[in-house]
């Protein structure tokens, strides 16, 4: 693989995020599953090896999936609420993309760990990322789980009731995709 690129897209996998609820009231909030439709990553290798990943995904692509919970039901006007609100706190107009950039990669006993840096909301912070890469014959999988915290990024997570439902400031960032190994 030496000098190989790889260029993955939403067609080749999935970005999502899973919010939980916080507060008094908290029983009464949805716990979110929501998808990022729009996204691009590239991973640089050299010797047979990766030395580079980076992700870009497109604020504006948040999807509202489902919100488990809750006193009843989200319905599909709540969904389009809730993604106005998601909106707001993420502000879109001035940052219209979150990214993430790794050039410190290390095999590890599932595949591999990512250390860069992660921009959200025009604030940088050091990220570490683990990768879990599988062989499945003709494709490899790349999975993996990472916790964010919003405030940390000048993120104010939503929310209502003067605090007693509150979008949990930590939500976890799930990535998946499939590489064909002919490429």
């Keep these: 693989m030496t000098g190989t690129v790889w260029h993955l897209d939403e067609s080749a996998g999935e970005l999502s995020v899973k919010t939980g609820v916080s507060g008094r009231a908290a029983k009464m909030g949805h716990r979110l599953s929501i998808a990022m439709d729009s996204w691009r990553a590239e991973v640089t290798w050299a010797a047979g090896e990766p030395i580079g990943v980076h992700l870009t995904v497109d604020v504006e692509s948040l999807r509202v999936v489902l919100g488990e919970g809750g006193v009843k039901s989200l319905s599909g006007a709540e969904k389009t609420i809730v993604r106005s609100n998601a909106m707001k706190a993420l502000d879109p107009g001035r940052f219209p993309q979150i990214c993430f950039q790794a050039n410190d990669i290390a095999q590890t006993g599932t595949g591999y760990r990512l250390a860069g ?67």
Excluded: N
């Design 117 to 183: 840096t992660l921009e959200i909301h025009g604030k940088t912070r050091e990220c570490v990322v683990d990768a879990q890469v599988e062989d499945l014959d003709d494709v490899w999988r790349i999975s993996c789980d990472v916790d964010v915290r919003q405030t940390e990024f000048g993120v104010k997570p939503y929310s209502i009731l003067m605090g007693s439902v509150t979008v949990a400031d930590t939500v976890t960032v799930s990535f998946v995709a499939q590489q064909p190994k002919d490429v």
